[in-house]
């Protein structure tokens, strides 16, 4: 109760309380108490630390009592406290005021966190009383950046490897195509030339493989997904992969029966699982165990353990971990990298997790890896997941079609002169009719002239109006046109795009003479 001049009483409610006044100093010390976000602490002009906040409590681990009196060099990693690096700071701040700066600081446990740090001079006229010093914990952001640019550095460097890779199916699809002719024509007494022919065959399916392999990497190869039960996948996966490991190393699942159904290509990601434990073989020399998990997960925009760049939204996450020797910060950060290997010379091509994390990106997932020195490695692969569908069970293989003459009217359209040469010729050895074209324009003003086209055998990159514009027209104005693309890498759209024109068959490059004849009859007969 308080008693007023005029003699009336006043009453505060039960919840309420007279508001109390507080000093400068009492004011200014609860302001920095109240500071959880940052450290805030006074040095004297030697760099003892002679207060201590809450915030920095929560930051850098220490309670007041265990870092009061001691000095602010205990923040700061070995070698920047062997580079000097504390006391240019004390000193950068005492000659100009203040420094500014970021690095790797450690906290009372010993790990690292990435700091913003401000120390303010506090002077009293010309006396240095010591100083102020703000440290805020960025590693979160840092983070961000890092992966911000490591995600742009595998765009460019994909770009790159899809381009060349490209090229280099242009130029394997003339190099194996006539090798496949010449085989089919030195007679069998050549033995000599014909071992030379072989020879080159093999080397050009290799090259073939490792420009495949590329492809991969730069998420422009051709996929076929479709909705797949993850578990049943990697249930029949283990059994075949089992007997590919030594016996001193073993395989432990860790099912959830709930995992969802992801739209996927199959064979690919068998294929990526397979590189990921030839690579947890390598790194478990004496032994150890590979562990398989799959769950489903749900990413939202606040989650900071997942990829940055999965957008929010449901996936099955598989999980590929090993006991092995796992890997340093510096190989952690070029593991995606294209011809990167910690293999000896002659015992790896550096294209197996690439092909991995292009195959996971070009199906609209992520992927990522926790690992350290001497504690193993996980690899999380995140996979769309299918709100609803039917899986869809594999198809019978259809017997290749016998070698036979034909007659069909077939417009090849290529921009590249061999590629179009050679396709050319092939078709005419096995008696189609043939009409080529360079671009779209040309097979445009071919179509208009000449109706009797049965087939457009035509590539998906040409200059100007490409191979997809072409057939969209072609569809429109002439429905009765069967199609076949064929293509150095797949410009094809994501599996999710709605924009793509459907069930249109593609033959990939490099193809040889035989491939060419088989792709383009079972089109004309489908």
Avoid at 70 to 93: C, I, M, N
Wanted: proline share 5%; with cysteine; glycine share 8%.
């Amino acid at each position: 109760m308080v008693t007023v001049e005029n003699d009336k009483t006043l009453s505060f409610p039960p919840t309420q309380a007279p508001l109390r006044s507080f000093s400068r100093e009492e004011t200014f010390a609860r302001l920095l108490e109240g500071i959880q976000d940052c450290a805030i602490y006074m040095l004297d002009p030697e760099g003892h630390v002679v207060s201590w906040n809450a915030g920095a409590e929560r930051i850098k681990g220490y309670a007041s009592t265990e870092i009061i009196g001691k000095h602010f060099s205990e923040f700061y990693t070995p070698e920047d406290r062997a580079s000097g690096v504390p006391a240019f700071a004390l000193t950068q701040a005492a000659q100009k005021g203040k420094f500014e700066g970021e690095g790797w600081r450690l906290k009372k446990d010993g790990s690292r966190f990435w700091a913003s740090v401000l120390i303010d001079a506090i002077r009293a006229g010309d006396e240095l009383l010591g100083f102020a010093k703000i440290t805020r914990d960025m590693t979160d952001r840092r983070m961000m950046q890092e992966q911000l640019h490591q995600s742009q550095k595998m765009e460019a460097i994909g770009q790159l490897t899809g381009g060349v890779a490209h090229d280099f199916n242009n130029l394997l699809t003339v190099i194996l195509g006539n090798l496949d002719a010449l085989s089919q024509q030195v007679p069998a007494e050549h033995a000599r030339w014909r071992r030379a022919i072989d020879q080159a065959m093999r080397a050009s399916e290799r090259a073939a493989s490792l420009t495949q392999q590329l492809l991969a990497f730069a998420r422009r190869q051709p996929l076929k997904p479709k909705p797949s039960d993850v578990n049943r996948l990697l249930s029949r996966w283990v059994d075949l992969v089992r007997r590919t490991l030594p016996e001193s190393v073993s395989i432990r699942r860790v099912e959830d029966p709930e995992a969802g159904i992801a739209e996927v290509d199959q064979n690919q990601l068998e294929n990526a699982l397979l590189n990921l434990a030839v690579n947890a073989r390598d790194a478990m020399p004496n032994g150890g165990t590979l562990t398989i998990e799959t769950a489903n997960t749900v990413v939202d925009t606040h989650d900071a353990t997942v990829p940055f760049d999965l957008k929010p939204g449901k996936y099955v996450l598989i999980s590929v971990s090993d006991t092995g020797i796992g890997m340093t910060q510096e190989v952690l950060e070029r593991a995606f990298e294209p011809f990167f290997t910690t293999k000896p010379l002659g015992h790896g091509t550096g294209l197996g997790l690439s092909q991995v994390f292009g195959f996971v990106k070009q199906t609209g997932g992520s992927i990522k890896i926790h690992s350290r020195s001497s504690h193993g490695t996980t690899v999380k692969i995140y996979l769309p997941r299918l709100s609803e569908g039917t899986v869809t069970q594999e198809s019978a293989k259809v017997d290749l079609l016998p070698y036979g003459k034909a007659s069909a009217s077939i417009l090849v359209v290529e921009d590249n002169d061999d590629v179009r040469a050679f396709t050319v010729e092939a078709l005419l050895h096995y008696g189609f009719n043939v009409i080529e074209a360079a671009n779209a324009s040309e097979a445009l003003r071919v179509l208009e002239s000449k109706s009797a086209i049965d087939l457009l055998f035509t590539d998906i990159g040409l200059p100007g109006l490409n191979g997809r514009e072409l057939v969209s027209t072609v569809q429109r104005k002439y429905p009765n046109i069967r199609i076949l693309f064929t293509s150095g890498y797949a410009q094809m759209p994501s599996p999710t795009s709605s924009h793509w024109l459907p069930e249109i068959p593609l033959l990939s490059k490099p193809f040889t003479q035989s491939q060419l004849y088989e792709g383009v009859l079972r089109v004309l007969t489908s």
